[in-house]
């Protein structure tokens, strides 16, 4: 058995029953449940319908969300996160970067790395590098300045560990980052590279080795182990190449408003919606979020 779930960026709340039953009544769908009016629905196939990717692409154009995925198991027991563009608005390299003067530079070699043209390891050993000399203190000036929260992240989070799961902050970036921001979201650990300094300035370089790509798997990987699951019980979300190892090997991998490059290997994809859309998709309904 399958579930499809149709998702309306809840800035808009215009998902129509109208839209819904339609659909549901040409692929010989079940009973449909709402789980916040206006914003997410879900109903039950047997079977995957063979034009789904159509009507994918037309529900994108009309600016809606829709995913298909086996029924069973949809509830999972981790959540692992990417950072950066994902559970906040921004890449804190990017941020440091402007604030160093250097921000057209490293926006360009970030862009290239997360959309899988640029070797993830060589680009941020080139992007912080020209960090070199920038004061400490501009790390706190982007935390206060320049960071925002995703939306639908703390409740993400807290509706996700008020069911017993275990959420990381698994990230290309950086401790002094995801420390702060893994506090205020309630995530129960963070893993993401160091940046180095020296006399209260940094020195352009950063603790090996790097974590990238393979290091998300790894992560997602201890984290079940240690608890006595498998990758089936993880939801996966990210937005960049080095995200792609653990979002195709977690139960649910969500490409969230990710790199064209990067959607395009991902089953589910969310395009509108925000971080409330992966609580939709485990079948939660908007009266059972925390937060």
Not at 25 to 45: D, Q, T
Not at 64 to 78: H, L, M, N, S
Not at 94 to 121: K, P, S, W
Request: hydrophobic letters at 50%; aromatic letters at 6%; proline letters at 4%.
């Amino acid at each position: 058995m399958f579930t499809v779930t149709l998702l309306a960026a809840p800035s808009r709340a215009d998902l129509s029953p109208s839209l819904v039953d339609e659909l549901c009544s040409a692929w010989n769908g079940g009973h449909v449940i709402w789980l916040a009016a206006g914003i997410a629905a879900e109903f039950p196939l047997p079977a995957e319908p063979v034009d789904f990717w159509q009507v994918w692409e037309q529900l994108q154009a009309r600016g809606f969300d829709i995913a298909i995925q086996p029924t069973q198991g949809r509830r999972k027991a981790v959540l692992l996160a990417d950072m950066d563009s994902t559970m906040i608005q921004q890449e804190c390299i990017d941020e440091l970067a402007a604030v160093a003067g250097a921000g057209e530079r490293v926006a360009a070699i970030t862009a290239r790395a997360m959309n899988g043209e640029l070797n993830f390891h060589e680009a941020l050993l080139a992007r912080v590098g020209l960090l070199a000399g920038l004061p400490e203190t501009a790390i706190r000036e982007v935390l206060d300045t320049r960071i925002t929260l995703a939306p639908g992240g703390r409740e993400l989070v807290a509706t996700m560990r008020a069911q017993g799961a275990y959420t990381a902050l698994v990230s290309g970036g950086f401790t002094d980052f995801t420390g702060p921001i893994a506090r205020t979201l309630g995530f129960d650990e963070h893993r993401a590279n160091t940046l180095l300094a020296e006399g209260g300035v940094l020195t352009g370089q950063v603790t090996l080795p790097i974590l990238g790509r393979e290091a998300k798997v790894e992560a997602l990987n201890d984290i079940t182990a240690a608890r006595g699951l498998s990758a089936a019980d993880v939801l996966a979300v990210g937005d960049g190449a080095n995200d792609l190892g653990m979002l195709e090997l977690a139960g649910m991998g969500v490409a969230l408003h990710a790199k064209p490059a990067v959607a395009a290997q991902v089953g589910l994809r969310i395009n509108h919606g925000d971080l409330t859309a992966l609580l939709y998709l485990q079948g939660y309904a908007a009266e059972e979020f925390v937060g």
